[in-house]
Nanobody
C-alpha cells in the first residue's frame, strides 16, 4: 500500500521560512520523480517544484530563488525549503510521486498522478 504523508506546514509571517517534508512508503522511491504542488482557496492546483530521479530540479517562476526542493532516497523523503515567504504562497501544499517527468507540470495544473498526499497547510500573514 502506497502512502505519502506531508508535514511541516504552519503559520508564518511574510519573510519567514518553513521546511516541508514528505515521507513515503510502499513505493520504490528512487524509481519516481517527485513534486510539490499547491492549491490556494478558489484556485486550481498548480505545480510548484519537481525533482527527477537524478536530482534535477524545476521551479515555478513564482518561487524561483526562494524555494528549494530536495530528496533523500535513503530516507524515501522529499523536502521543500521555503524562504522569503509571501502572503501569496498561502495554500495547501501537496506532495506527489509519479514515474513520468513531473517538471512539465511546474506552473501548471497537474493531471492524475501515481500517488498524492493529503496536504499540509501553509499560511503566510502580511
Amino acid at each position: 500500500q502506497v502512502q505519502v504523508v506531508e508535514s511541516g506546514g504552519g503559520e508564518v509571517q511574510a519573510g519567514g521560512s518553513l521546511r516541508l517534508s514528505c515521507t513515503t512508503s510502499g513505493l520504490k522511491f528512487d524509481d519516481y520523480d517527485m513534486g510539490w504542488f499547491r492549491q490556494a482557496p478558489g484556485k486550481e492546483r498548480e505545480g510548484v517544484a519537481a525533482i527527477d530521479r537524478d536530482g534535477r530540479a524545476e521551479y515555478a517562476d513564482s518561487v524561483k530563488g526562494r524555494f528549494t526542493i530536495s530528496r533523500d532516497d535513503a530516507k524515501k523523503t522529499l523536502y521543500l525549503e521555503m524562504d522569503s515567504l509571501k502572503p501569496e504562497d498561502t495554500a495547501m501544499y501537496y506532495c506527489a510521486a509519479d514515474q513520468s517527468y513531473l517538471g512539465v507540470w511546474v506552473g501548471y495544473k497537474p493531471p492524475t498522478l501515481d500517488a498524492w498526499g493529503q496536504g499540509t497547510l501553509v499560511a503566510v500573514s502580511s
